[in-house]
């Protein structure tokens, strides 16, 4: 990653997509499940979280509206009929999960989402915003002392004991971090999210006539886009 570049001396960027990926196995969350990336800063982490689980992948496109409130315009992927999981690096206000959920469940998801974030930077009312109806848990790690309960908090600490053990013993830590999927090797990102087909159609007339079959699959209401593929579903306006 990039921010290995702001350090002088050598440094391992660490994920938690290992204790979610565990957590979630163990909690039942991965039957009729549909892993979800907020932007597409993050899809390429949920993508391996999907690819470990063996869940398809969806990502919401969503616009900045100023420094702390965003708009969801978009959720790409087939969501409808499935709980969201939505992954995210860290939680401030708490808008981006609401506003996911919701803009998911106007696409067809179920509720019972779980929100999943690696740290919990919680300031102002965070912790009304999270109580939405529709989300049965937000999991945080340890990385940020928690003063609110009401939230799960997974330890990170057998994964940075790990991570030393690695360092001195010159074993990989990228091995650590990501290891091998439980499901085999998954699809490559435009392919989980948009499907193979559509990134396979070589001639224009072929993704033409794709594009063609994936307007009629919107939802009701929806605007269809000609660069889109059949997962791509825009929002009414409220």
Known sequence: P????????????????????????????????????????????????????????AMLAKRRLGPRETSVTYVIGDVEGKRPILVDDIVSTGGTIRRGVEALLQAGALPGAAGMATEAGLVGGAKETLAHPAVREVVFTDTIPLKDGGYTVLSTA?????????????QSVSALIWGAPAHGPGPRLGEALLGRRWCQAGSSSARAALRARAASRLIPGSRASSSRGASLRALSPP
């Open 158 to 170: 057998e994964l940075l004991a790990q991570a030393i053990r690695h360092v001195h013993t010159n």
């Open 2 to 57: 990039q921010i290995q570049g702001f350090f002088d001396s050598p440094v391992d960027h660490l994920s938690a997509v290992r204790l979610f990926a565990r957590y979630l196995r163990e909690k039942g969350y991965v039957e009729n499940a549909v892993v979800v990336s907020p932007d597409a800063g993050r899809a390429e982490e949920a993508r391996r979280l999907a690819e470990r689980l063996g869940l398809p992948l």
